[in-house]
DNA sequence: CTAAAACAGAAAATCGTTTGCTTTAGCATG
DNA sequence: CATGCTAAAGCAAACGATTTTCTGTTTTAG
């Protein structure tokens, strides 16, 4: 049988409530007594049951993550920074996978509610109406990651998209490229996705650079997304120099079918990926990219998210981190 | 204040009793009283409490899982396969990061057992005699995952780590390769290190190749820690035509030295990695590979806790999975 | 030397469920 | 008519901690 409080409280002859004092480091009892309980507790390989403390004290000291994929290296990086957080604070991380799917989604939140997670963290490139409305009224603390929060009720921690976006094509257009396409993620709607293409096109406007719906391209993430996107661009006839991916796992895919075909990279077509995952500067060409700081993201929401779990009430607020151009050996000037 | 089974009774004018049984789907209540429960808890918006409801039951339907780190692919794809077995089941997953650290480990160990957890999985490259003991004595079912178990009271899922290696061998010297390497983990008597080892040298020994304890690089796993060794192996002037690492991230760092170094690979170095980490196909040169079905261990080992965690007695026992040796452009036969 | 303060520890209520045991009521049976 | 049976629903005792309140014992001050 698993040995509880009583049983401590009966080895060392004192009560119950004793015990709980000696265990939870509340002063008020005398340094022999304290003694003895925790001899008694050694004794009796006593651990406290964490489910019937969290039911009286209202809490549970778990944060729940809603992120659609955990084998994306993207989201990796959140959870460790979350986990890490967590570790530092006592909490822990109850995990699920979304997939990007409404139905998973809500599911995964009504768990992690009923399971009293203290705090949730949502991570998403997107936010339906339904979800945030179930967000808000979710009982949890509630912290959104990559995606900004626009009712006033939430927070969120995110990079700047549509800077970052304009940035790195800023630098693209100085080395002398005109010609353009993105390969874009299939949910064209998505937050990100539109922050970053108003990123994209405003840069060209601002160099009067020509750019039509027709050089956009949609797929799905990932590289063999990529790979498909090139193939389409290449086999459509499209004249182009430099392609802007989603993120570099696209780039990769990318750059793997244009060498297929023959192209140098980046002597025929230059490419840019996004978010640079740690592959990006193992690869050759290593990959033009920008950085956002996805450890950090996980770390900071996390560590809102514990604060607003504590006494006082915490403004909500977007907090934007730093992202980074990175130039590398995947893209190249124009020769003219 | 939050709704809870009282206040759907209230509503709904039965008693707490019946809302349970409603809510948990059991018999013996009559239809038009569970209509109407069920529209009170609509009308409320009454989610169960878990908390409650594990302390009541003793069962959290709740799995722990102790992971070296998140962060590493190879892990990752492993709590991908449980988290997905678990969603089919109703169960959630805790997850820790261990870092191979035993004071984190034991530390985890503590928190999923005080949290109650119904089982937990035990990844790493590893395990200690101290930490064998605490998971004998854990009140929560274990299965381990990529070790197996010897002492007969735990259960294990994983590759042949040996046969593998020899399999792996025995192909490359097929080959005509005679004089090896092995980039190693810095963990030398780790078990998955041994076993491997063992494999490796079965089968130089069956060829008569001849290899010494020199032969045997330490380092840091991930790619850094490859390239180092391959950079200590080249400046060592030792003669070798092929190397062994430990994984694949280990093989991309080492090519990327010798590259650097003005190396062909595999021209003059054939390099082999280990566990076919997705990115080992998108490489160039794309890298020869041992194949462990990663997520099919993650959802393996969680099938069998989550059966244990049932009524009937589980036998323990350790579970083998095949594994499949990939030969791609990274190693070439030698010419003659 | 006594009253009051300070301190240790015990008792008991509570957190939100589940569930074994009753109760109730309707109906059939001997 | 008393009894038994069954289905439906309620009562109340757990589950294992925390914490407020209360009690009894020492100090301490006047």
């Given at each position: ?7 401590v ?11 709980s ?51 994306n ?17 006592n909490y822990?991380i ?7 799917d ?10 992690l ?9 949502y ?20 912290v ?28 693209i ?36 650079v ?16 990529g ?13 182009f ?33 996004f ?8 690869t ?11 450890y ?21 607020k ?5 992202h ?10 124009i020769?003219?």
């Open positions: 049988m698993k040995v509880k409080i009583v049983d409280a009966k080895e060392a002859n004192v009560s119950v409530a004793t015990v004092r000696v265990v939870n480091n509340i002063p008020l009892v005398n340094e022999e007594t304290r003694e003895r309980v925790l001899a008694a507790i050694k004794r009796t390989g006593y651990k406290p049951n964490a489910i019937a403390r969290s039911l009286k004290i209202q809490r549970t000291n778990t944060i729940g993550i809603m992120i659609p994929d955990i084998t290296p993207y989201y990796t990086e959140i959870v460790r920074g979350a986990e890490d957080v967590c570790g530092i604070y822990n109850i995990l699920t996978n979304t997939d990007f409404p139905e998973k989604e809500r599911k995964a939140l009504n768990v509610i009923e399971k009293q997670c203290d705090g949730i963290i991570v998403g490139k997107d936010l339906s109406e339904e979800m945030q409305k179930e967000l808000i009224d979710a009982p949890s603390e509630v959104l990651g990559c995606i900004p929060d626009n009712s006033g009720f939430l927070s969120g921690v995110l990079i700047n998209n549509e800077l970052a976006a304009y940035e790195l094509a800023i630098e257009l100085k080395m002398g490229h005109r010609k353009f396409l993105l390969f874009f993620d299939e949910v064209e709607e998505g937050y990100i996705s539109q922050e970053r293409k108003k990123g994209f096109l405003k840069a060209f406007k601002e160099q009067n020509e750019f039509d719906a027709s050089r956009t391209l949609y797929g799905k993430l990932g590289l063999t997304g790979y498909h996107m090139m193939e389409q661009a290449i086999n459509s006839g499209i004249d120099t430099c392609v802007f991916c989603f993120n570099d796992q696209i780039a990769l895919g990318a750059i793997r079918y244009a060498e297929e075909q023959g192209k140098k990279i980046p002597a025929d077509i230059s490419i840019c990926g978010n640079n995952f740690w592959i990006a500067e193992w050759r060409p290593q990959i033009t990219t920008v950085a956002q700081p996805m950090d993201i996980g770390a900071i929401a996390t560590r809102m998210l514990i604060k607003m779990c504590g006494k006082e009430e915490q403004a909500v977007n907090v934007f981190v730093p980074e151009v990175i130039i590398r050996g995947s893209v190249a000037p020769e003219s």
